[in-house]
């Protein structure tokens, strides 16, 4: 009875480790640093009030669970001005974070992959003279979707450059009376490594 118990937790054991495998083979994580400019339209916000464009810096972590879809989720921090009546008030800060399905134009494996993406972010505005763990005034989170492509170049199995382009749209901070979405257009380059 007991060693047919102990076979019995082996060959479970055995089976699970045998499934968990036959899920995770394809699958590939990546993490990258990404660097570029954000340009932001509909940028009055109201009241005389407007956001200047800045550069970003965003960091990404891929999981890619089929030879042609993956996932990826990441934060991103955004640089801006306030200005008022065109006066720059100070930089401002945009703090992000993000989902985006992935569909890949190339099977994995491929040394080139362009993919285009689509998902949702929220963002929090911190204004000049604040910071986000500072508590006080806030823009509050603001959602919104978000879509975009990009290319991925393999060094080899290691190594990525990635090229993105994404636009996202989220509701005006601070409550001043603008209308309508805030679009951020970015475009940027990044380094990453296949986990």
């Given at each position: 009875?007991?060693?047919?118990?102990?076979?019995?937790?082996?060959?479970?054991?055995?089976?699970?480790l045998?499934?968990?495998s036959?899920?995770a083979?394809?699958?590939?994580?990546?993490?990258?640093?990404?660097?570029?400019?954000?340009?932001?339209?509909?940028k009055?916000?109201?009241?005389?009030?407007?956001?200047?464009?800045?550069?970003?810096?965003?960091?990404?972590?891929?999981?890619n669970?089929?030879?042609?879809?993956?996932?990826?989720?990441?934060?991103?921090?955004?640089r801006?001005?306030?200005?008022?009546?065109?006066?720059?008030?100070?930089?401002?800060?945009?703090?992000?974070?993000?989902?985006?399905?992935?569909?890949?134009?190339?099977?994995?494996?491929?040394?080139?992959?362009?993919?285009?993406?689509?998902?949702?972010?929220?963002?929090?505005?911190?204004?000049?003279?604040?910071?986000?763990?500072?508590?006080?005034?806030?823009?509050?989170?603001?959602?919104?979707?978000?879509?975009?492509?990009?290319?991925k170049?393999?060094?080899?199995?290691?190594?990525?450059?990635?090229?993105?382009?994404?636009?996202?749209?989220?509701?005006?901070?601070?409550?001043?009376?603008?209308?309508?979405?805030?679009?951020?257009?970015?475009?940027?380059?990044?380094?990453?490594?296949?986990?």
């Open positions: 009875m007991i060693n047919n118990f102990k076979t019995y937790k082996l060959c479970m054991a055995a089976a699970m045998c499934a968990a036959s899920i083979f394809g699958q590939t994580a990546e993490f990258t640093i990404s660097g570029g400019q954000d340009n932001l339209t509909n009055d916000i109201g009241s005389g009030y407007s956001l200047g464009s800045g550069a970003q810096i965003a960091f990404r972590l891929t999981l669970t089929g030879s042609w879809i993956g996932h990826e989720g990441g934060y991103a921090y955004n801006s001005h306030l200005n008022l009546d065109g006066q720059d008030q100070g930089g401002m800060a945009i703090h992000q974070g993000f989902y985006d399905f992935l569909f890949y134009l190339t099977k994995e494996g491929n040394m080139v992959r362009p993919f285009a993406c689509g998902g949702v972010q929220f963002a929090n505005f911190v204004p000049p003279g604040a910071s986000v763990t500072q508590g006080g005034v806030q823009g509050g989170n603001k959602f919104g979707p978000n879509y975009g492509g990009g290319l170049f393999f060094v080899n199995k290691k190594w990525i450059i990635r090229l993105d382009f994404r636009q996202y749209m989220e509701g005006k901070p601070f409550d001043l009376g603008g209308s309508g979405q805030i679009k951020q257009n970015v475009a940027s380059i990044g380094f990453g490594i296949g986990l």
